[in-house]
């Protein structure tokens, strides 16, 4: 039963990695058979290494980690041929190679850690002045960089202009996935109170819970997506969309997750109490945030925007229920109206009739989910 449940994350991992390993496969050749062609290196193995260590499965940034790797390279080179100058008389001679070793890699990496770049670079400078001093500069040396020189190359070639993923559609994937698992949710919590289910209510709390993986992976999105604007060449030319479509995502995902899990969980509670009455049309209203952020995530048509919490009669047992619900549509609402003027900001969105005007406070048991998070 365990390894069933494991293979869907398995299968996930893969079609996640495949391209990126077939990529370093593929690069790694071409950066040793250019090695061999263009600088007449016979086993230009640090070519085929570095194309492998750029293009790897797993890196947030492709072209960050080819820069720091050639950063890392030059100064472990640098400070390794340095350290072969320290005169021979300095300690014994049994203690000298050993002493300058350490000192090698110390300051190699010590200096590296300076330029403020992912960890690739000390671990480079530190490896490159080990092997300068432990094969010779003239193996270890020139003719490392030189291979290094080429690997970087390849990689970059392949990360900014063959394979360069699309930063905006990797924010849009993420956020239409959160959409998704929020819209089956809410189409399980309308069953649910239609039937006055508790099984099917808590059921539907679970699977609001369970959206917050595909919260976390649209954050880790609009991560790598900002990354691929500073340092991708498809990037940049597209680096004022990522902008806006990240702010469009960034804290209305928070709040929507939050909304809907907190609905969610008054929904339960007021179910499983079996308060009553049930307000009058409160089971339509829950299916219809589900086809809205079904439309948002662009599976269904959008359905004409009708009023929600607004016009349901007031109850005081459900009035969480309500209130969160409202939430919910706020943000739905905020959404739908960047999508039907474009990336820009919206205008203030429609919110409940209190006699407060068009601008509502957030609940303050909203705000303080929010300060947890």
Not at 137 to 157: H, S
Not at 363 to 371: D, L
């Amino acid at each position: 039963m365990g390894s069933r449940s494991e293979f869907p994350r398995l299968a996930g991992r893969l079609r996640t990695a495949w391209r990126d390993a077939a990529a370093s496969a593929v690069a790694a050749a071409i950066a040793w058979i250019l090695a061999v062609r263009l600088l007449g290196h016979p086993h230009p193995l640090f070519a085929a290494v570095t194309a492998i260590v750029c293009l790897s499965p797993g890196l947030p940034s492709h072209g960050r980690q080819a820069v720091g790797l050639m950063l890392g390279v030059a100064t472990g080179i640098v400070v390794g041929e340095l350290a072969l100058l320290l005169p021979q008389g300095l300690l014994v001679p049994e203690g000298l190679s050993l002493l300058r070793l350490t000192l090698a890699t110390f300051f190699s990496m010590l200096v590296a850690s300076l330029f403020g770049q992912p960890a690739v670079v000390p671990i480079q400078a530190g490896v490159s002045a080990v092997l300068v001093l432990a094969l010779g500069p003239e193996n270890a040396g020139l003719t490392r960089m030189e291979d290094v020189a080429i690997g970087v190359a390849v990689g970059l070639f392949f990360s900014q202009v063959l394979l360069t993923p699309d930063p905006v559609g990797e924010i849009d994937a993420a956020a239409d996935d959160l959409l998704l698992r929020l819209a089956k949710a809410f189409h399980e919590a309308a069953d649910g109170l239609r039937r006055g289910d508790v099984s099917k209510a808590e059921a539907a709390l679970r699977s609001f819970s369970a959206a917050h993986d595909a919260l976390i992976a649209l954050g880790a999105g609009i991560d790598a997506a900002r990354y691929a604007a500073r340092w991708s060449l498809r990037g940049r030319l597209a680096a004022h969309t990522v902008a806006e479509t990240a702010a469009r995502y960034d804290r209305r995902a928070i709040r929507l997750y939050a909304s809907s899990l907190l609905f969610g969980e008054a929904l339960a509670n007021d179910v499983r109490k079996d308060a009553a009455p049930v307000p009058d049309g409160l089971a339509e209203a829950i299916a219809n945030a589900a086809a809205r952020c079904a439309a948002l995530a662009g599976v269904q048509p959008a359905s004409p925007t009708m009023a929600v919490t607004a016009d349901l009669p007031a109850n005081v047992e459900w009035h969480d229920t309500l209130l969160h619900l409202q939430a919910v549509f706020d943000v739905i609402i905020s959404l739908e109206e960047i999508a039907r003027s474009g990336p820009s900001e919206p205008k203030p969105s429609r919110t409940m009739t209190n006699g407060q005007g068009p601008e509502r406070a957030e609940p303050a048991n909203i705000r303080r989910f929010y300060r947890k998070g």
